[in-house]
């Protein structure tokens, strides 16, 4: 337990690392900070779908406009898992468990915003954030009660209620869509998708994009599966194994489990689907291959923070990490005709919700592609939407949430950053966590 309590924790304190990267000075000048209003789902109650604490799930929508007032783009929020009854009941006393804490407004950038410049091929859609607040990406669904309090473990449930509360807002009539979202996010993405092409018209173009959702089933530094067991109880808290793939569970049987991983579900899903994430994506970094229990001497303590400091011996297995990552995407590379890719080599964490990483004079690239090129050429089938980037520290375009050596090359091309003041700020961040 001590293990799990640790990893949420460390869960909640890498979002407070990306507000940070995202509260950081936009590189774009102009860029309006129009904040959405949320809007609470009345209709859920009667659905029994509830939050963590039994409030009542919400979305934030932006609505589309012009040539774009019938396409629809929805996106998960994201923000970790909680996997037993103590961490789910501190959860629901947080803005991650429980309407009643969010911030009622947010602000739409990056895939959501609504400037052509910004976010050239959705900027006129119907743009919805699905707020998270049930620690199950999305797809628990029973109740756990002890004579005084209940906790809701109804995900599933809220994505129907926030369907049926979109579909006659116009989601029925629309002519294209995309499901999106980051990180606990961006893995619901593969979990819905085809639900989702379900409540569409037969004539809609349905798509589906994860943004650092491709969870690996990773053996860590400790030669455990940390990842794996973590998911194991989470499915089993919130009973989500009833809703995953029946083809996949069928297949994985006698450790249906495992479908809560992007890479077993993958060949099952229908809808075309493109699967953004950095190689070395921090969060799993840190917790898929060197989670705290797997580091008991702190050896990898300075190497977590900067990876200009890790030895060769870590750099190995940062390498061996991004080879299984890529392993796992290669039937989807070569066989999924209708795929789109990006997987880039930073030390990232969701790339397509902020604008400096989705598009900007400074953003990530790979072929001196953007990711909303990307994207958007995979979308609108405008050409080759596959693209994997060399070993790290080849990639001189990252946004790094921790000091690497591709870094100072990002900075100084950055007209008025201030990365160094970010990167010291995560930095701080970082080791309040792991004191
Ligand atoms: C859109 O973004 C561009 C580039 O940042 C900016 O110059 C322009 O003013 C923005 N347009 C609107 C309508 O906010
Ligand atoms: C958001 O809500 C506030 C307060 O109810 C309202 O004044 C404002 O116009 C709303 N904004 C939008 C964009 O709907
Ligand atoms: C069970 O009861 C305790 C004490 O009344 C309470 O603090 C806790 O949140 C409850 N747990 C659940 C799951 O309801
Ligand atoms: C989609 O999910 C809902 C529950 O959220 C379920 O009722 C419905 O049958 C699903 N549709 C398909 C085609 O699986
Ligand atoms: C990880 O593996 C080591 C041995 O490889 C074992 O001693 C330890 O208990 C494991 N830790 C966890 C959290 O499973
Ligand atoms: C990162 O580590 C390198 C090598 O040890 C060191 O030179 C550099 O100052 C460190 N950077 C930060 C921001 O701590
Ligand atoms: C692509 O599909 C074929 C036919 O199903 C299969 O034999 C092959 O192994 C797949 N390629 C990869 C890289 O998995
Ligand atoms: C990269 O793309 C930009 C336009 O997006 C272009 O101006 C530039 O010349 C390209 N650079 C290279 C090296 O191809
Ligand atoms: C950059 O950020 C640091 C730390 O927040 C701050 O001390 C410094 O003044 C900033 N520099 C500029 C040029 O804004
Ligand atoms: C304007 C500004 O803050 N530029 C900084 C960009 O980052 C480099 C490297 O950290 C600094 O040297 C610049 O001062």
Redesign the pocket.
Known sequence: MKTTTRLLDLTAAMALLLCVALLAPSLVSGDPERRINMTLVRGAAALGAFCLDGSLPAYNLDRGFGAGANNWLLQFEGGGWCNDIASCVDRSKTFRGSTRFMSKTIVFSGILSNNASLNPDFYNWNRVRLRYCDGGSFAGDTQVGNGTSLLYFRGQRIWNAIIRDLLPKGLAKARKALLTGCSAGGLSTFLHCDNFTSYLPKTASVKCMSDAGFFLDAIDVASNRTMRSFYSQLVSLQDIQKNLDPKCTHAFFPEPSLCFFPQYVLRFIKTPFFILNSAYDVFQFHHGLVPPSADRTGHWI?CK?????CNPHQLDALQGFRKDMLGALMNFFRNFTRGGMFINSCFDHCQSASQNTWLSPTSPRINNKTIAATVGDWYFGRGIAKEIDGPYPCDKTCHNLI?ASTTDSLASKAPGNNSSGT??RS?ADLNDLLS
């Open positions: 300075r923070l900067n990876v200009t400091a000091p990167l010291s930095q």
